[in-house]
């Protein structure tokens, strides 16, 4: 059984999702935020001490955007992958990365000096918002080519950029989203499996407390 440690709504969303959308069975393991602070026995799982992290078998993983391209293509065939013969196997393995890479990076400068060490570095918070949205304009280019990222179909791909939309809407820095990517985050988040995710979450969460 494939296991994820996952805090609600961190970058351990993208695996996730993905494991919603291949319909895999899954054991979440839901843990408090920070858990390098909250739950120090989670030291002795991932000494990193970073959320996800992710186990199947003998396999140990701790990116998100990497666990994503592992699961569906150790999964797979799947229309979630795009196989290296195919025209657009570059490009998705490029949009996997920069959803982390480019995308998530500057949103976790916001996230850190507007969120949780207010009045620090407003500055850097400022800066990075604006760098985040500037690299933004790369996933509006590619929608004016169709709905999804890339191969003409949703991908994992959109996965991974989509979760950072999902981060950007909490960090509310979708209020400048354009009209397209607006309708790009709307179709993301009401496919089935994003939705099973959240539930997912929630359900985990409950558990937690209940027991
Ligand atoms: N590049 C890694 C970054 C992992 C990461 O930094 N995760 C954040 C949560 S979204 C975290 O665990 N932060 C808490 C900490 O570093 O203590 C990934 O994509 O999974």
Not at 165 to 184: G, R
Request: net charge neutral.
């Amino acid at each position: 059984m494939i296991e994820l440690w996952h805090c609600p709504d961190a970058r351990s969303f993208r695996p996730l999702w993905a494991l919603e959308e291949l319909g895999l069975p899954y054991e979440l393991h839901l843990l408090p935020f920070p858990p390098r602070v909250r739950e120090p026995a989670y030291l002795q799982i991932n000494p990193l001490g970073t959320i996800p992290a992710m186990k199947d078998g003998p396999t140990f993983m701790t990116e998100s955007a990497g666990i994503v391209q592992y699961l569906v293509t150790r999964y797979g065939p799947n229309d979630l992958a795009v196989p290296v013969d195919d025209p657009a196997y570059g490009a998705w393995v490029n949009w996997l990365h920069f959803g982390e890479a480019t995308l998530t990076f500057p949103q976790t400068l916001v996230l850190r000096y507007r969120q949780f060490e207010p009045g620090k570095a407003e500055v850097v918070a400022d800066d990075y918002a604006k760098w985040f949205l500037s690299r933004l304009r790369h996933v509006d280019r590619a929608l004016a080519q169709g709905d999804w990222l890339c191969a003409g179909r949703f991908t994992a791909a959109d996965i991974s950029v989509g979760y950072a939309l999902l981060l950007a809407h909490q960090l509310k820095l979708d209020e400048t989203f354009s009209p397209a990517i607006k309708a790009y985050w709307q179709r993301l988040k009401v496919r089935p499996a994003f939705v099973a995710a959240k539930v997912a979450q929630k359900m985990d969460l409950a558990e937690a407390l209940s027991s």
